[in-house]
């Protein structure tokens, strides 16, 4: 499985939504202090891009040298149609100073240097410490996940439904008349997350590992194929 570090710096520098938590801001609007950018540094440090006359750039440059706290907060939703849509939350905690002179026109880039994370999501909860954060790496298939779930969701609905086969006692019904909705919920280099929901309105997620860890999209073709073809038995 991926590491909690590996989960959030995923998270991190994904393109879900996220917003800048800074004391004394409490009253700014939401759009106000949702990066415009972000990125994470060699060092483990997240970058964030704003407006130069975004509230969180003009508290970062009243305090100057002074340490602000601040959090980057950001929600991780699924990008397909789904009951409890909401796959997870992460949270970067640290001290908040700008970055003169390294955006473009208009704007000015905050460095955010890390504390700790924490992330609650699909996996569970948990802490990251600064080291780890800056030591792991994002998910490789990240960038793809949204369009790759949604083309799962959309021309590979029959291939889902065959994934019943592979739950065992799991199973609620393998009949084709009676299988659950099969929603492809997460993906990663180890493997798919899907959501069952029966016609009653439950559901259940169940998880299916690759043989072994994919690197790219073209090694992920192959381990779907293999997937469906091993359920298709």
Known sequence: MPSAAERTRTLVQSTCSAVLLVPGLETAGWDQLTPLSRGVGPDGDVFLEFPADSPAVRAATHAQDDELPAVLEITDVAPVSVPHRIRGRGRVSGWLTSVPGMAGPGRMLLRLETGEAHIDDLWGVECVDAEAFRDAAPDPLAAHETDLLQHLYAGHGEELATLCELLGERAVCTCAEHRPSVVPLALDRFGLRVR?????????????????????????????????AAAGH
């Not at 559901?203 to 994919?214: G, I, L, N």
């Open 196 to 228: 069952f929901c029966d016609r009653d309105g439950g559901c259940f997620d169940a998880r299916f590992e690759f043989p072994e860890p994919v690197r790219d999209v073209v090694e992920l073709s192959h381990a779907m194929h293999t997937l469906f």
